[in-house]
């Protein structure tokens, strides 16, 4: 096994600690995203969110995150979605965040739910408790910030129908790589 392969594969056992899954955890998330500066706002303005408690991610020239997560419409549990990424480039390290998709409207809502929804290209860089990103893709651009999960502060506004914030958990990443992301929807039984 190639050791770029080994060492990828060892930053992402030290991330995932970061990734359990407990009761009270899309809770716990939602209440930093009510509490964060204008991310509290989207909640009573938008049709819709999925909320991804925990998304860890690691790379070594090859990187790749994962997050699993539950999505609302209007207020209501409708079922679950997963999150894969994988980039390529300059990008060394680990990291966990949360990450929550706000549904401007029905639309908007439908596209993210009618199976397999991508976001584009990207560049990132995240400290341990703060993150910055910019992201462009084939269907515009936006940026943001974040600190961590106790001092969090989100200002954003919707594009094209979504808003999207995140706040880092933990880990350190310097990346400048691109790559998508890739979710997939599962509507409750």
Excluded: C
């Excluded at 995203?33 to 009573?44: C, H, K, L, R």
């Excluded at 925990?54 to 999505?71: L, S, Y």
């Excluded at 933990?170 to 992301?181: F, H, R, V």
């Amino acid at each position: 096994m190639n050791v770029a392969i080994r060492a990828w594969f060892v930053l992402l056992l030290l991330v995932l600690p970061f990734g359990g899954s407990w009761a009270g955890e899309y809770e716990d998330t939602i209440k930093v995203f009510t509490n964060a500066g204008e991310s509290g706002d989207f909640f009573d303005r938008s049709y819709g969110y999925a909320i991804f408690p925990t998304i860890a991610k690691a790379g070594i020239g090859i990187g790749g995150a994962h997050g699993k997560g539950k999505v609302y419409e209007q207020g209501k549990y409708v079922g679950d979605t997963s999150m894969t990424q994988v980039t390529i480039g300059l990008q060394l390290g680990g990291q966990a965040y949360s990450q929550i998709i706000f549904f401007e409207d029905k639309r908007a809502f439908e596209e993210f739910t009618s199976g397999n929804f991508e976001f584009g290209a990207q560049a990132t860089a995240v400290a341990i408790t703060a993150g910055a990103s910019a992201t462009a893709s084939t269907s515009g651009s936006s940026t943001g910030t974040s600190g961590g999960k106790n001092d969090a502060n989100t200002k954003g506004k919707y594009h094209k129908g979504l808003a999207v914030f995140t706040v880092a958990k933990g880990g350190l990443m310097y990346e400048a790589s691109i790559g998508g992301q890739k979710y997939e929807y599962k509507a409750k039984n």
